[in-house]
């Protein structure tokens, strides 16, 4: 069983930046694309940056929402996710969830979707507030 643990929200000024992280202890090996998926009050779950194994070039993918102010990345053995988020804006606020799959994926690029990843962390309040 994967555990997925994020850190590193909190509250933060309009045009500042946070920087989350997730762990997924020793699978390594068996982890292929991790993500972050993130939900509002009131809204639904929206997906927000994905990332392949390194072992298949590490490609990154961004919603438009985030895309130039968000980095997705992980570490060199694959077990540690990041997002390093920078310009915030009030709009950023919700809960930001870690996720991952052990199933090998057909597609060379990180999947957008909620059903392409079947571990999902507890989540961590990110709140853009003056």
């Known amino acids: 069983q994967v555990h997925l643990v994020e850190y590193g929200g909190g509250l933060v000024q309009p045009g500042g930046s946070l920087r989350l992280s997730c762990s997924a202890g020793d699978y390594t090996s068996s982890i292929y694309d991790m993500g972050w998926f993130r939900q509002a009050p009131g809204k639904a779950r929206e997906f927000v940056a994905s990332?392949?194994?390194?072992?298949?070039?590490?490609?990154?993918a961004y919603s438009d929402s985030v895309s130039g102010r968000f980095t997705i990345s992980r570490d060199s053995a694959g077990n540690t996710l990041n997002l390093q988020m920078n310009s915030l804006k009030p709009a950023d606020t919700a809960v930001y969830y870690c996720?991952?799959?052990?199933?090998?994926?057909?597609?060379?690029?990180?999947?957008?979707?909620?059903?392409?990843?079947?571990?999902w962390g507890q989540g961590t309040q990110v709140t853009v507030s003056s």
């Open positions: 996720v991952a799959s052990r199933i090998e994926p057909g597609s060379p690029t990180p999947a957008p979707d909620i059903w392409a990843y079947e571990y």
């Open positions: 990332i392949t194994g390194l072992g298949r070039g590490g490609t990154t």
